[in-house]
């Protein structure tokens, strides 16, 4: 077989699901990213630049809690529920979403107490300190929310119910945040009011996911072995997986929220300001990785309980295509478009945030691009290298925070981010390559790599050089993203993974020619 053809797909494909499944969600993502770039320009706009960024260390400050309220656990439910369910021990794998959901729970409480005690301390920095205690004791109330729902997250995703998570997580959240924004441009530009919203919002997204859950667990007999105690709860098993993995959680959250804690300490709130006004659109790339990342974690599991080592080989490799392509299109724009991108959505007041974006948007695409690594590692149950390299890439994220804002500020907490991503995957690639039995880099995606760096190398230059019309660029950016889909569509197996695409005139072109007939 040559590099460039397809793997063949069997019939009830579990990865042809996956990718069926994961671009559901993906495109739930995508109505979401549309919507919340709509919810952050609004913010952006309405309030002043101090008072964004007294929200956007709130925010930053809670996306820490949340990583430690949530211990880990939803990867340990992706893990070991399906491997429980193949092995028909069904009382552990009810025991396990029992006491997952316990857990979490009250680790929120416990960080909500913990926030409201120390937020004069957290906040000390601030010239506006009792405003921003106010809005970080409201804003804590969504540790305990967003980690419950990440959880069932899992939990939905385990059960291949990819609609109910696109519903929760992708349509109604961002819709209700966009109608308190909504009400926030139109009325005052109060940050309390905005606060007490979006603590709203996902008070409503856990009801909804809790109206859905109860007859997915009666369907599965939780319910009845609750009541006839009849659940086996592998705590120790469990616990032994997922502790050491919150590594994970806390790095990923100090690399995209701790540089920006960092910055409100040593910097300013203005600092702050600017670096989360292009976080979330440099963080889109990962968003496509995590949609993907939602579905595989699952089928990974049940693949690795059978041990089919060049299934579970095809799975990661189809996926890291599929998440490297789809990141493409945001990675050029953001470079390449980065100042023109930055002053058209937040205004010339934030037009010094866009080498932020350039800077960001390099490490958010390498992370795309090397896939789902550690999660990969993760089912293999590669604990200890895991928690090495996560150690590594926190202690790097903070020491090169430290040695890199006093000097350029918001610039260096860009730079400590996004070098500390490409440190990460790094190491994490080596361990694929020392501890699984999946490939490190697989020959038969030489094309999609291959093609988004030629492409690259002939578009950025162009971008960033010549100095060209903004409507030439926005071209040359557009050209770029379609070169790298149609050189790489063989390798993407479109045809296979949605046969429906070739009864659409347009998108049929993009096809290999066989899946067209």
């Given at each position: 077989m040559s590099?460039?053809?397809?793997?063949?797909?069997?019939?009830?494909?579990?990865?042809?699901?996956?990718?069926?499944?994961?671009?559901?969600?993906?495109?739930?993502?995508?109505?979401?990213?549309?919507?919340?770039?709509?919810?952050?320009?609004?913010?952006?706009?309405?309030?002043?630049?101090?008072?964004?960024?007294?929200?956007?260390?709130?925010?930053?400050?809670?996306?820490?809690?949340?990583?430690?309220?949530?211990?880990?656990?939803?990867?340990?439910?992706?893990?070991?529920?399906?491997?429980?369910?193949?092995?028909?021990?069904?009382?552990?794998?009810?025991?396990?979403?029992?006491?997952?959901?316990?857990?979490?729970?009250?680790?929120?409480?416990a960080v909500v107490l913990v926030i409201v005690g120390l937020r004069q301390v957290i906040t000390a920095s601030f010239p506006a300190e009792v405003e921003a205690a106010t809005v970080l004791v409201l804003m804590s109330a969504l540790v305990p929310l967003q980690a419950l729902s990440n959880l069932l997250d899992g939990v939905f995703a385990i059960h291949t119910r990819p609609r109910v998570i696109a519903l929760r997580k992708y349509v109604l959240t961002p819709v209700m945040r966009l109608a308190v924004v909504g009400l926030l441009a139109l009325g005052s530009s109060n940050v309390e009011l905005l606060a007490v919203g979006y603590v709203a919002?996902?008070?409503?997204?856990?009801?909804?996911?809790?109206?859905?859950?109860?007859?997915?667990?009666?369907?599965?007999?939780?319910?009845?072995?609750?009541?006839?105690?009849?659940?086996?709860?592998?705590?120790?098993?469990?616990?032994?997986?997922?502790?050491?993995?919150?590594?994970?959680d806390i790095t990923h959250a100090l690399m995209n929220a701790g540089s920006a804690v960092?910055?409100?300490?040593?910097?300013?709130?203005?600092?702050?300001?600017?670096?989360?006004?292009?976080?979330?659109?440099?963080?889109?790339?990962?968003?496509?990785?995590s949609s993907f990342g939602l579905l595989f974690v699952p089928l990974a599991a049940r693949l690795y309980?059978?041990?089919?080592?060049?299934?579970?080989?095809?799975?990661?490799?189809?996926?890291?295509?599929?998440?490297?392509?789809?990141?493409?299109?945001?990675?050029?724009?953001?470079?390449?478009?980065?100042?023109?991108?930055?002053?058209?959505?937040?205004?010339?007041?934030?037009?010094?945030?866009?080498?932020?974006?350039?800077?960001?948007a390099v490490g958010h695409f390498v992370t795309a691009a090397a896939g789902p690594n550690g999660t990969l590692l993760g089912v293999f149950g590669e604990v200890r290298y895991i928690v090495a390299t996560n150690a590594v890439a926190a202690a790097a994220s903070v020491a090169l925070s430290l040695l890199l804002i006093p000097r350029w500020d918001a610039l260096g907490a860009a730079l400590a981010t996004s070098l500390t991503f490409v440190l990460l995957n790094a190491g994490l690639q080596v361990g694929l390559a020392r501890h699984t039995y999946v490939l490190a880099a697989d020959r038969s995606t030489a094309v999609v790599y291959g093609s988004v760096a030629a492409v690259s190398a002939v578009a950025l230059p162009l971008l960033l050089l010549a100095s060209l019309p903004v409507a030439a660029d926005a071209a040359i950016a557009a050209l770029a993203a379609i070169a790298v889909l149609a050189l790489g569509r063989r390798r993407l197996s479109l045809g296979d993974a949605f046969p429906e695409l070739a009864r659409v005139p347009a998108v049929r072109l993009l096809l290999p020619a066989e899946a067209r007939r």
């Open positions: 590099a460039e053809e397809p793997p063949q797909q069997p019939a009830n494909d579990p990865t042809r699901a996956q990718l069926r499944g994961s671009t559901l969600l993906l495109a739930g993502q995508a109505f979401a990213l549309v919507v919340g770039l709509i919810i952050q320009v609004l913010i952006v706009r309405v309030l002043s630049k101090a008072d964004y960024g007294v929200f956007a260390y709130a925010l930053s400050v809670v996306m820490l809690g949340e990583a430690v309220a949530a211990f880990g656990l939803r990867r340990g439910v992706s893990r070991f529920v399906p491997i429980f369910e193949e092995r028909g021990e069904d009382a552990k794998a009810a025991g396990t979403l029992v006491f997952a959901a316990a857990t979490v729970l009250s680790l929120g409480l919002t996902g008070a409503a997204g856990l009801v909804l996911y809790g109206l859905l859950l109860i007859p997915l667990l009666g369907e599965r007999g939780v319910w009845r072995r609750i009541r006839h105690r009849g659940l086996a709860v592998p705590a120790r098993e469990l616990l032994g997986f997922t502790v050491p993995l919150l590594t994970n960092l910055l409100g300490v040593l910097a300013t709130a203005d600092d702050v300001a600017e670096l989360r006004a292009v976080v979330p659109l440099a963080m889109t790339m990962t968003y496509v990785l309980a059978r041990g089919d080592a060049g299934e579970l080989n095809r799975l990661y490799w189809q996926t890291a295509t599929w998440t490297t392509v789809l990141s493409y299109p945001i990675f050029i724009v953001s470079i390449g478009l980065a100042e023109p991108l930055t002053v058209l959505l937040f205004g010339e007041r934030y037009a010094s945030a866009a080498p932020l974006l350039a800077i960001l």
